[in-house]
């Protein structure tokens, strides 16, 4: 009975019997004198809980992704129209996203490095400018869709003006070259303006020979010729003194908040040129000559060759 109970006695027809199986096995482990009892280890290997959840959720998101691409080659060739709009979303929705979690890092830096807003770099702070700005535009349209039926109206009017109401991320190629030419033609006409401002001021220069230069500026400027960097360099110690100075400027010297080059209708060698010399002048102006970097994008821009209009920032 006792050997009945450990051993199992497995039938082999026309051949010997087969040895017995042992319902446990002896097992050495190391660091122990004595053998440990237990049932015989599976050859095959288990992965852990955790590592089977990861394969999963990878398997799963594999899966969705052929998915999604084969429903996107759908909608192309069934409906190309519709493709279009639906991409410009899906696009649209993920560059949202990325900037949002731009502006989350933004703000986490000021909180822990207690920065405040004027000290950020130019490129965070207008980050932060039209994410608010867009977060706005965003919230509106989702209070006047609260009423019932009403979301019929807001989509007819996204449709009807959707400059005014969809953010940059939403925009077609095509609305985005109209609508930056259309932004552009505004920034365009604070530049009269800040030129004149800087006649009257060169005014009350004393030295002749900086006057001498300031002169020969307009009269290019008015011929139609772009200015090159030997025309700014030789006025540089202009800028960091009264009248010209940063603190000295008046509130309509500064009408112009965003400047530079209008690139949608200008050729790539004409951008590489424009920028090779801004990098150059740039780096060879002092912290205290801030004010000539800031006249220098609009003078830079006027009249510069290529562009569609003349007196593109």
């Given at each position: 009975?006792?050997?009945?109970?450990?051993?199992?006695?497995?039938?082999?027809?026309?051949?010997?019997?087969?040895?017995?199986?042992?319902?446990?096995?002896?097992?050495?482990?190391?660091?122990?004198?004595?053998?440990?009892?237990?049932?015989?280890?599976?050859?095959?290997?288990?992965?852990?809980?955790?590592?089977?959840?990861?394969?999963?959720?990878?398997?799963?998101?594999?899966?969705?992704?052929?998915?999604n691409e084969k429903y996107n080659r759908f909608l192309e060739r069934r409906f190309p129209r519709f493709y279009v709009m639906y991409s410009v979303f899906v696009k649209?929705?993920?560059?949202?996203?990325?900037?949002?979690?731009?502006?989350?890092?933004?703000?986490?830096?000021?909180?822990?490095?207690?920065?405040?807003?004027?000290?950020?770099?130019?490129?965070?702070?207008?980050?932060?400018?039209?994410?608010?700005?867009?977060?706005?535009?965003?919230?509106?349209?989702?209070?006047?869709?609260?009423?019932?039926?009403?979301?019929?109206?807001?989509?007819?009017?996204?449709?009807?003006?959707?400059?005014?109401?969809?953010?940059?991320?939403?925009?077609?190629?095509?609305?985005?070259?109209?609508?930056?030419?259309?932004?552009?033609?505004?920034?365009?006409?604070?530049?009269?303006?800040?030129?004149?401002?800087?006649?009257?001021?060169?005014?009350?220069?004393?030295?002749?020979?900086?006057?001498?230069?300031?002169?020969?500026?307009?009269?290019?400027?008015?011929?139609?010729?772009?200015?090159?960097?030997?025309?700014?360099?030789?006025?540089?110690?202009?800028?960091?003194?009264?009248?010209?100075?940063?603190?000295?400027?008046?509130?309509?010297?500064?009408?112009?908040?965003?400047?530079?080059?209008?690139?949608?209708?200008?050729?790539?060698?004409?951008?590489?040129?424009?920028?090779?010399?801004?990098?150059?002048?740039?780096?060879?102006?002092?912290?205290?000559?801030?004010?000539l970097l800031l006249h220098a994008v609009v003078l830079f821009s006027t009249n510069y060759p290529g562009t569609r209009h003349l007196g593109s920032c």
């Open positions: 009975m006792a050997l009945s109970r450990l051993y199992k006695r497995p039938v082999s027809l026309g051949c010997a019997p087969a040895p017995p199986e042992p319902f446990f096995s002896l097992r050495l482990q190391p660091g122990r004198r004595s053998p440990a009892w237990g049932p015989p280890r599976p050859l095959r290997l288990h992965l852990s809980p955790r590592e089977d959840v990861k394969s999963l959720v990878s398997s799963f998101v594999a899966k969705t992704k052929v998915m649209g929705f993920q560059m949202l996203l990325a900037d949002a979690k731009k502006a989350r890092r933004i703000k986490t830096f000021m909180r822990q490095k207690k920065v405040m807003f004027h000290q950020l770099s130019y490129r965070d702070m207008e980050h932060l400018r039209q994410f608010r700005q867009d977060i706005v535009k965003c919230l509106f349209l989702g209070i006047i869709s609260i009423p019932p039926f009403a979301n019929y109206l807001v989509f007819l009017l996204m449709y009807l003006y959707p400059r005014q109401l969809l953010i940059h991320h939403f925009w077609t190629s095509k609305q985005q070259l109209e609508f930056l030419d259309i932004y552009h033609a505004r920034r365009k006409q604070s530049h009269p303006k800040i030129l004149s401002c800087l006649e009257k001021a060169t005014l009350l220069i004393p030295n002749p020979v900086h006057q001498w230069h300031f002169t020969q500026l307009y009269v290019k400027v008015q011929k139609g010729d772009p200015p090159v960097v030997n025309d700014l360099l030789p006025l540089r110690t202009c800028f960091s003194v009264y009248p010209l100075a940063m603190s000295h400027l008046s509130t309509a010297h500064l009408a112009c908040y965003l400047r530079g080059l209008d690139s949608t209708h200008l050729a790539e060698d004409w951008c590489r040129f424009w920028l090779a010399q801004w990098l150059y002048f740039s780096c060879s102006l002092k912290n205290t000559e801030m004010s």
